[in-house]
């Protein structure tokens, strides 16, 4: 099957679905050998994925790692993903995971081997003083005591065993093909939530993964990429956002502006390393920093808070992620994750 799907595909034929997850449940189970799955991903990535293409990657991905039944209602529990992660700016995924923890929602992440961070955001709060010890926390605890469930993956899962050595293989020159792998990796999905806060880096395409989100089953999403390429809310130019609400789609720009936020130039929010994006994110925990780099984080954590029904509207949902800073709620969740990780 995979060899009739590497031949459509230099013909830049796009797969049917049920074609596409076929062959990707070859590769998630180790069918197909490895010089078969490096052609099929180069020749997908050269002709570009159709969404169709996409979709079944993702699902085949979920199938092939184990799910886990956290106890919660999905509608409480949010995914705060982004799809590239990008080193040169504050982690705004575990910024959004902390404020929306701090109001009562389940921010769910995973990491792959708890000694070899696969997350920047698990670097990220070690750095910040949350010292992880064992894979194995009961998750249910987890969640009461401090809504917030980091989930550690074995690298044992299928998806991670038959897909290790390919996206060596594949690094150079075919970066794209191993984008596509971490796509599916980030879209994993082991706990079934049922809201979403996307970043993507390609502003063009926002309406097509509102798309997705809602054909892979999220009820609430938002999907955002700055006109500068940014996976978060620019505030430096516009940014283009799609929402998915009960399989209706609604997608404008926006601009800080609306918000009365003063645009501010990107190198404002940049850090250094992730021991500097550690540092800042501690010091918007104690309400010590202002202006943009403040301004950037209510922003995308107000629009999380706005997706998964916290806040009735977007203006209420900034104002919210900011009193959340500013009363010490966020300051007093922290205090609570890190004492029960450590």
Known sequence: MINEAIEELIKNNDLDFNLAKEVYDEIFSGLSNEIQASSFFTALASKKPSTDEI???????????????????????????????????????????????????????????????????????????????????????????INLCYIYLSNHEAFFKYTQNLK?????????????????????????????????????????????????????SIIVSGFDKTPFLSIENETNVAEAWKNKIFA???????????????????????????????????????????DSIVLNSGFALYISKKAPSLIEGIDLAADTIKSGRLKEKFEQIKNFYN
Do not use: W
């Open 168 to 220: 060596k293989n594949l690094n150079f020159p075919n970066s794209a093909c191993v984008n596509l792998l971490n796509l599916f990796e980030k879209m994993l999905n082991p706990y079934n939530s049922k809201n979403l806060f996307l970043g993507i880096k390609t502003p063009e395409k926002v309406e097509e993964f509102a798309k997705l989100a809602l054909e892979l089953n999220y009820e609430n």
């Open 55 to 145: 979709k079944a990657g993702i699902i085949c991905a979920r199938d092939s790692v184990k799910k886990i039944n956290l106890g919660f209602s999905n509608e409480s529990k949010i995914e705060n993903i982004s799809l590239v992660e990008d080193e040169n700016y504050i982690d705004f995924t575990l910024a959004n995971d902390l404020i929306c923890a701090a109001n009562g929602l389940i921010p769910l992440r995973f990491c792959v081997d708890l000694h070899n961070y696969s997350s920047r955001s698990f670097e990220i709060l070690s750095l910040m003083g949350v010292k992880f010890k064992q894979p194995e926390f009961d998750f249910y605890n987890e969640i009461e005591n």
């Open 252 to 294: 404008y720009k926006f601009s800080p502006e609306f918000v009365d936020f003063k645009k501010a130039p990107l190198d404002e929010i940049k850090v250094e390393n992730n021991q500097h994006c550690a540092e800042i994110l501690l010091n918007i925990i104690e309400n010590k920093i202002q202006g943009s780099i403040f």
